[in-house]
Nanobody
Framework: VQLQASGGGLVQAGGSLRLSCAAS????????MGWFRQAPGKEREFVAV????????DYADSVKGRFTISRDNAKNTVYLQMNILKPEDTAVYYC????????????????????WGQGTLVTVSS
């Protein structure tokens, strides 16, 4: 699976952005998809995950209520809608994929993921 993230940019605090991650291949619906981010000088951290059919979703506490993950399996794409952005959301955002045998499973650890996109930079100015 090859992943291509896009949609990053510069936005003022309180604004919104929508990230997209397009996946290659015909088996996108067999993968749980996650978003992670890495701020300058910090380790990469979990942001959100969606199970293969979208039945299970989870978020980091820091983004709950502001970010929404979704997917369109017909378009092989996962999205991250980011609202009420804060300067502390500034980071390179990565999408990731891991094969999943059931919609019941979803993964929040970086080590669970086998495939990673190249990252897209989100900068939130104060």
């Amino acid at each position: 699976v090859q992943l291509q993230a896009s949609g990053g940019g510069l936005v003022q605090a309180g604004g919104s952005l929508r990230l997209s991650c397009a996946a290659s291949g015909r088996t996108f619906s067999r993968y749980a998809m996650g978003w992670f981010r890495q701020a300058p000088g910090k380790e990469r951290e979990f942001v959100a995950v969606i199970s293969r059919s979208g039945g299970n979703i989870d978020y980091a506490d820091s983004v709950k209520g502001r970010f929404t993950i979704s997917r369109d399996n017909a378009k092989n794409t996962v999205y991250l809608q980011m609202n009420i952005l804060k300067p502390e959301d500034t980071a390179v955002y990565y999408c990731a994929a891991t094969h999943s045998y059931s919609d019941s499973f979803y993964y929040t650890r970086e080590s669970d993921y086998d495939y990673w996109g190249q990252g897209t930079l989100v900068t939130v100015s104060s």
